[in-house]
Each structure stands twice: as structure tokens, then as C-alpha cells.
């Protein structure tokens, strides 16, 4: 497991050097101007930063049992289904009651949380997302069945 975590941050930090150099070709501007590649230089630099602690982080970790492998593969078809249903409900529900509904969803059957812990951290979720994106970044997101 360890090896593979070597390959994929090397691939990753390779990978980020790309995005980092073709977005510093298309020009980065300043805080108060961004230019095309201000966002993607700074995701590929966090990308990059991120790869290089797994590179890290699996030369300091011991080596685990042989043969070890990721056995929850419910809870992966679980997310991936969520993800879907996310999709297909986004625009008839809006962007509030799914991001409520997904977040729940997870916490609640996939990770099998209290349903108090669930109700709270999907209501916030929902609500601070949809601050950043529809009231900071001023992004059009669906309305669904909330016209506000």
C-alpha cells in the first residue's frame, strides 16, 4: 500500500507541475484582477503541496500487513449512487434541499452517524455552501422549490 502511495503523489506532484506551469503561461494578475490562470495555479500548488505529503507521509509510515487491501467496497457504490441521485435532483429540488439531502444521506448511511449529528452537519453544510456560492462568489446555482 505504501508503494502506491509513492506512485500516485509522484504522478500527482507531476501532475501539478503541469497545471501550475501552463497556468503561469496563460498569466496569473493579483488578488484584485485574477488573470485565466490564477485559480488553476493556485489547485494545482495545493495539489502539489498535498501529493508531496503522501510522498512523505508513506517513506515515514511502516510497512502494514501483506496483502492488505480496501475491502468496503459497499460504501464506495454507496457515494458513487449519492453522487448520481445529487445530479439528477439538483435542478427539480435546488441547490439547498439536495446539498441537505447528499450530505445526509452520507452521514447518515454510509457512515452511520447519530441522526442528530446528521440533521446538524448537513444543515450546515448546506447553508454555508450555498453563502460561499450563491451570496460571495455570486455563482447562479438552481433554485428548485425555493424561488429566494
Not at 64 to 86: D, H, M, P, Q, T
Not at 126 to 145: D, H, M, N
Request: net charge positive; charged share 15%.
Amino acid at each position: 500500500m505504501l508503494k502506491s502511495d509513492r506512485w500516485t503523489g509522484i504522478f500527482f506532484i507531476l501532475l501539478s507541475a503541469y497545471v501550475c506551469g501552463e497556468s503561469l503561461r496563460l498569466g496569473l494578475g493579483d488578488m484584485h484582477s485574477p488573470g485565466p490562470g490564477f485559480i488553476s495555479f493556485w489547485s494545482g500548488l495545493v495539489l502539489g503541496l498535498m501529493a508531496l505529503g503522501l510522498v512523505i507521509g508513506s517513506f515515514l509510515k511502516k510497512e502494514g500487513r501483506a496483502g492488505e487491501e480496501f475491502l468496503n467496497w459497499k460504501s464506495v457504490a454507496w457515494v458513487i449512487f449519492s453522487l448520481f441521485g445529487f445530479l439528477l435532483i439538483l435542478d427539480t429540488l435546488g441547490f439547498i434541499l439536495s446539498t441537505f439531502l447528499f450530505v445526509f444521506f452520507l452521514l447518515e448511511l454510509v457512515e452511520r452517524k447519530r441522526w442528530f449529528f446528521s440533521l446538524g452537519v448537513a444543515g450546515l453544510t448546506a447553508i454555508f455552501s450555498y453563502v460561499i456560492f450563491a451570496i460571495l462568489l455570486k455563482a447562479q446555482l438552481p433554485q428548485g422549490i425555493f424561488n429566494f
